[in-house]
């Protein structure tokens, strides 16, 4: 398949990447099908598309038409099945865990014509793992945007073991078409290039914090103001999900060793739901003045 083939894509999974990924297909003038396991979710991810877009034309980064124009491109869908009928490409941004993602490609072998390119958000499972629950393994890659993809220029594009050229060559394409700057990752590691630098720096800054060394606050300060990075390293946790992180720094700890133990800091907070952002609490307090950073 030709760039130029590609008409419909769905992405699966309406949460934080999936909903900011179909915005983003829609703005590039894709017909998305954003589908997630229930109403209640698959609602929820088209409201937040709806609430960006208008953020967006709020500050004249795009004209009301043209955000009304990229939501009226959006159909949410419960139903695998009628999701995927006419995809030519899934953008797959489910949870990140290896059994539901595996569970998920198996039921989308079935119902995903065979044209159909399989592409992960995964922020650092093996692709070749998670490729070979299918019968098209050749025709499966990762796409790892950033969050939030609306505003995050890069894409990861990374190859499995049995990815074909054609389809680096059609995916980085695609992100291109969507105004992305795609950098190929030619080795399927844990974490690709950006979360086996990012995760461990927002692991470090918990560790630091539960060694008592200095405050969330104090190690935000020096990230953003002192290094320089556009967010502190609690807030971009929080802005992330610490539930993601979390979980790509277990997968690194298994396979590349004890320097990526996670602090048990983030354990906690995980164990009790506040997530960041999405939940309204995490290193921060979303309800109570939210992310404060002493310059
Ligand atoms: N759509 C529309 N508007 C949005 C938005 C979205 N999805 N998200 C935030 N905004 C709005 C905010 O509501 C705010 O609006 P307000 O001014 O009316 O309150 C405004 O954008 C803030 O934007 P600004 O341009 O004023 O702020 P910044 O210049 O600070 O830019 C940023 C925001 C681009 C997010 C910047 O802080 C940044 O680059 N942060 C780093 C993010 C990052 O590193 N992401 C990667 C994380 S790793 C990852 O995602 C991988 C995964 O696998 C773990």
Redesign the pocket.
């Known amino acids: 398949m030709e760039l130029d083939d590609v008409n419909s894509i769905t992405v699966l999974g309406a949460g934080n990447?999936g909903h900011?990924i179909a915005?983003v297909a829609a703005l590039a003038g894709y017909d998305v099908v954003l589908r997630d396991i229930n109403e209640e979710f698959v609602q929820n991810g088209y409201d937040?598309i709806e609430?960006?877009?208008g953020?967006?034309a709020?500050?004249d980064q795009m004209t009301e038409e043209e955000a009304d124009a990229a939501l009226e491109r959006v159909t949410p869908i419960v139903d695998l099945g009628e999701a995927v009928a006419d995809a030519d490409v899934v953008v797959e941004a489910v949870p990140?865990k290896m059994e539901i993602k595996k569970e998920v490609y198996g039921e989308l072998e079935e119902k995903a014509p065979d044209h159909t390119v399989f592409a992960t958000?995964?922020?650092?499972l093996s692709i070749t793992d998670l490729s070979e629950v299918t019968e098209r393994p050749e025709q499966f890659c990762g796409m790892?945007?950033?969050?939030?993809?609306?505003?995050?220029p890069l894409v990861e594009v990374i190859s499995g073991a049995h990815t074909a050229d054609e389809t680096m060559d059609l995916v980085e394409g695609l992100a291109e078409s969507m105004g992305k700057t795609p950098v190929r990752v030619r080795k399927d590691s844990p974490g690709f290039i950006?979360?086996r630098i990012?995760?461990p720096l927002m692991n470090e800054a918990a560790w630091i914090v539960h060694d008592d060394a200095a405050t969330v606050e104090e190690v935000d300060s020096t990230t953003k103001f002192d290094i320089g990075?556009?967010?502190g390293s609690f807030e971009?946790a929080d802005?992330?999900?610490i539930d993601?992180?979390f979980h790509?720094l277990e997968y690194m700890h298994e396979v590349l060793g004890d320097a990526y133990e996670p602090c048990p800091l983030l354990a906690e907070k995980v164990e009790n739901e506040n997530l960041g952002k999405k939940t309204g609490k995490g290193f921060y307090d979303y309800d109570n003045g939210g992310v404060d950073i002493p310059t």
């Open positions: 990447m900011g915005e937040q609430w960006s877009l953020k967006l709020e500050k990140e958000n995964t922020s650092s790892h945007f950033f969050n939030p993809p609306v505003r995050m950006v979360n990012l995760v990075l556009p967010m971009l802005q992330v999900g993601v992180g790509v």
